[in-house]
């Protein structure tokens, strides 16, 4: 038989409000329905009603198993690349070579992250992001330019792929992983186009007027709202990259030591990522290259030395030990640019730091590539004079942020509870 809709509810209820009969002595109770599970059994609202809400979790896991699927599919492409420079012989030398600098960069920006406090879902994030994404993009931009500048410059073109396209190509490529952080990815945006009439598509609004609020940017555009229109910056509001609140002595926002060392630790991860699947090509193919050289000089009748292996060492000593932070230095700049920009309350220094520190990062990798061509002793004074007082300044800066966060938290910890 059929009921009508929300009948149990309405039977429920009224039995619930219905008064229990006493119990008497010698007698037990007859136990009823249970009307705490009543809800459990009602209908969902059809659609005349609204609807229960998307879980926020499926929104996320969609999104992480898509990231996930995506650098899956970059690693096992980055890998069959590798292998086809390098053979499997060399491939798999390259990857334990390669391994031997990677811990002592990774507990490097460990110790860096205890003050940014990143998590370790983005840290995973942008090393899966340098080693199997950035360098797909990289190998593949870098044939294509360097095969089309040697085509028609000769050999000024490969100078100027190695120079400059090769630093552009790379900087852009790691730190696409730093914007992709910002995207609203699983977040809902919020549009006003139902009280404008306007397409939720816009992207522009208008500027507070010098006698309207501050917040005012944020409803729709009045006829005598003043002030030329500018992007809304639709980024999703990271923990690690706020700036200080504003105060009354301090009316501006200001970045703080966490978001600053924040932007480095994304960029240096990331950075050594890359670095760690180019050390891999590299040596790989170094020592390719020496195998066959000792095959074609000595044959297979005498047992290999390391004499024998001359490139693979120099190599090596070249990228794991004398530059394992090169990458990351280089990255680096562009993470903090970006964090400069996300916290400063300066106008021109917020549109001019991350722009700068992305040119930064490109001109001091183009002059790294450009010292291997100037010999060994212009090599070593390049790595003297710039390499050594850029990463002594990163590591001030992180002895700084590391300070600093540790003198805020003390004195946090003495304020009284109401202070606090």
């Not at 059809?46 to 999104?63: I, Y």
């Not at 005598?224 to 609140?245: E, F, I, S």
Request: aromatic fraction near 6%.
């Amino acid at each position: 038989m059929s009921s009508p809709s929300g009948g149990y509810r309405a039977t429920a209820r009224a039995v619930g409000d219905r008064e229990m009969p006493t119990r008497t002595a010698g007698t037990r109770a007859i136990p009823g329905p249970r009307t705490r599970r009543g809800h459990r059994l009602t209908p969902w609202p059809t659609a005349a009603g609204p609807g229960p809400r998307p879980a926020r979790s499926v929104v996320l896991s969609s999104v992480t198993a898509t990231a996930v699927l995506a650098l899956a599919g970059c690693g096992v492409l980055i890998l069959q690349l590798v292998r086809r420079q390098t053979g499997t012989t060399g491939l798999l030398v390259g990857l334990g070579l390669a391994l031997v600098p990677l811990p002592f960069v990774l507990g490097g920006l460990a110790w860096l992250n205890q003050t940014a406090r990143v998590p370790l879902r983005h840290i995973v994030f942008c090393l899966g992001w340098g080693a199997f994404a950035a360098t797909t993009v990289a190998i593949l931009a870098n044939g294509w330019t360097s095969t089309y500048l040697t085509a028609h410059q000769g050999s000024l073109g490969e100078v100027l792929g190695a120079d400059l396209v090769t630093p552009v190509i790379e900087e852009s490529a790691k730190g696409a992983a730093l914007l992709l952080l910002l995207l609203p990815l699983g977040t809902r945006i919020r549009c006003h186009g139902h009280r404008t009439d306007r397409p939720c598509a816009s992207v522009l609004r208008r500027l507070p007027g010098p006698g309207l609020p501050l917040g005012h940017g944020r409803g729709p555009a009045l006829p005598h709202a003043r002030g030329r229109p500018r992007p809304r910056p639709y980024l999703r509001p990271l923990p690690y990259l706020r700036p200080y609140p504003p105060t009354p002595d301090r009316p501006r926002a200001r970045a703080r030591p966490r978001t600053l060392a924040a932007g480095v630790v994304l960029g240096g991860i990331t950075a050594c990522g890359f670095a760690f699947t180019e050390n891999a090509l590299y040596l790989g193919r170094a020592f390719t290259d020496d195998q066959q050289q000792r095959l074609d000089s000595i044959g297979l009748g005498e047992s290999p030395s390391l004499r024998d292996f001359d490139s693979t060492v120099q190599t090596f000593v070249l990228r794991g030990l004398l530059s394992p932070f090169a990458h990351p230095l280089f990255t680096a700049l562009t993470g903090l640019g970006l964090a400069i920009t996300l916290t400063t309350g300066r106008r021109r220094l917020a549109r001019i730091a991350a722009p700068a520190g992305l040119l930064l990062s490109m001109v001091l990798h183009g002059t790294w590539n450009a010292a291997a061509d100037l010999g060994t002793h212009g090599f070593l004074l390049v790595y003297a004079v710039l390499m050594v007082p850029c990463f002594a300044a990163l590591v001030c800066f992180a002895a700084w942020a590391r300070s600093r966060t540790a003198r805020h938290a003390a004195r946090r910890a003495r304020a009284p509870a109401a202070v606090r």
